[in-house]
């Protein structure tokens, strides 16, 4: 069902759509300043440390898709509404969390719930509104969750500094409360638009654990059951996708991958991604333990990359429909190889200025990639493929940051065996930081070799 609803009740739903927008990045962001005061707590180590956010991106990753299809057949904002429950009450289990394994369980079931919001919010704004309007009520969607990242680490510094860690997961709960308020009282339709399809149960039941097999293994890979469950996770996403090309509604429709560019863009993509985001994480941990820096002066460091982005964005979303949008992808893959690059030179007395060197390059090169990145992708499938085109590229973005805090667990687990950051190791966690920035320099390099392969297949022409 897409109807149009009348000018106030619209906004109501943009309100709570924006809310739902601006808890996922936030979490996430926060999250990364919150580290080293819930280990220092539980004193536990910087693997079982990793599993927090990665808990978290992990529920994202493995269930947005099913959750998209669910409330385009049975309705959106009963997903929407659900996935706030859950979020809610997940954020007040981490608040009262008595151990790091019940905290990582928490953050797995805030990922649930997040996932749920985010698969459904732009579909709900996409039936309310009416298409002339789209672009104004995605650019406030995009906002709120730029408005996220940046609240993320510096409101999260100030509460985990001034409250404690456990104040950021009931921070929470009043925006939960608010957007369940403004939907029980504000809005009373749902809107779905598949209502006689059936649902890829089969897929889905490939999907999830192939996605958590894979990453599982990926972490204990110096394992002999670790490379097991590698070669499990790979047979079932291989599996997956043989089932889903003979799936008439399938979850992921393999076939918007037959063309070059959206198989190039959707590669780059991935190992963008893959090479940049856990590297906040890494810098959070680095700037507490090493620089003995305090959670909000962390945050505000950690807020210039989004920051950039933020501004940037819009002006080359409009620059790529006028270009080759695949120029600006490319110009953006070398200044964020550039920021990495960078990073392989960090030692235990780095000077802050050029950790914020740093966050500009990877803000710039990122504002440059995103916008124009997804023109490409989505310039480049058919009309009938938009809906799970756009599901494919959520769902690769957050494949490819559970790949990079994978990568970031798998080097710690490979140098520091678990132990704890004491100062005594300190220099075995700059090596960790190192082999972790020199892994994501030459995955952002071979980034940037493929999407040169896409400008030269482009030539001069627009996408």
Not at 104 to 132: N, Y
Not at 305 to 313: D, H, K, M, R, Y
Not at 423 to 445: E, H, N, R, V, W
Request: proline fraction near 4%.
């Amino acid at each position: 069902m897409s109807e149009v609803l009348d000018k106030k009740n619209s906004r109501y739903v943009l309100a709570v759509v924006i809310l739902g927008a601006f808890l996922i990045p936030f979490m996430g962001a926060a999250l990364n300043v919150s580290l080293p005061s819930i280990g220092n707590e539980f004193l536990i180590d910087l693997v079982w440390l990793s599993w927090i956010p990665t808990a978290f991106i992990l529920a994202n990753a493995a269930f947005i898709l099913p959750f998209g299809r669910l409330g385009d057949i049975y309705g959106r904002k009963k997903i929407f509404t659900s996935g706030v429950i859950i979020f809610a009450l997940a954020s007040l289990m981490a608040a009262l969390s008595p151990s790091g394994i019940l905290l990582i369980i928490s953050s797995f079931l805030q990922g649930l719930g997040c996932s749920m919001i985010f698969a459904t919010g732009v579909a709900i704004l996409s039936s309310v509104f009416p298409v002339e309007t789209h672009g104004q009520s995605f650019g406030i969607y995009i906002a709120a969750v730029y408005a996220g990242l940046l609240a993320g680490p510096i409101l999260g510094g100030f509460l985990t500094q001034t409250f404690g860690w456990r104040s950021i997961f009931l921070f929470n709960i009043p925006l939960c409360i608010a957007i369940l308020s403004l939907i029980v009282l504000k809005l009373n339709q749902d809107w779905s638009g598949s209502y006689k399809e059936n649902f890829d149960i089969k897929g889905t039941l490939i999907y999830i654990p192939s996605i958590s097999i894979l990453l599982y293994g990926f972490t204990n890979v110096f394992q002999w059951y670790g490379q097991l469950m590698i070669g499990l996770g790979i047979l079932f996403l291989i599996l997956f996708i043989i089932i889903e090309y003979k799936t008439f509604n399938p979850l992921i429709n393999p076939r918007i991958f037959k063309k070059i560019v959206p198989g190039i863009s959707s590669l780059t993509t991935i190992l963008m991604i893959t090479s940049t985001s856990a590297v906040w994480t890494l810098i959070s941990l680095y700037l507490q333990y090493i620089q003995t820096l305090s959670p909000l002066i962390v945050g505000i460091i950690l807020s210039i990359q989004p920051l950039i982005v933020a501004i940037f964005s819009p002006f080359t979303g409009k620059l790529s429909d006028n270009i080759n949008g695949a120029y600006l992808v490319l110009i953006g893959m070398i200044l964020i190889s550039m920021g990495l690059f960078l990073g392989i030179f960090i030692e235990l007395n780095t000077p802050l200025i050029a950790i914020v060197m740093l966050a500009v390059l990877l803000g710039l090169g990122n504002a440059l990639f995103s916008s124009p990145n997804t023109n490409i992708f989505m310039g480049s499938v058919d009309k009938k493929f938009y809906g799970s085109s756009s599901a494919v590229l959520s769902t690769i973005i957050f494949t490819g940051q559970l790949l990079s805090l994978g990568i970031l667990i798998l080097i710690f687990t490979g140098t520091l065996g678990g132990l704890e950051v004491v100062p005594s190791q300190y220099g075995t966690f700059i090596i960790s930081l190192k082999d972790t920035f020199t892994i994501f320099t030459a995955l952002s390099i071979i980034g940037t070799l493929i999407i040169s392969l896409l400008v030269l297949k482009i030539g001069k022409n627009k996408i």
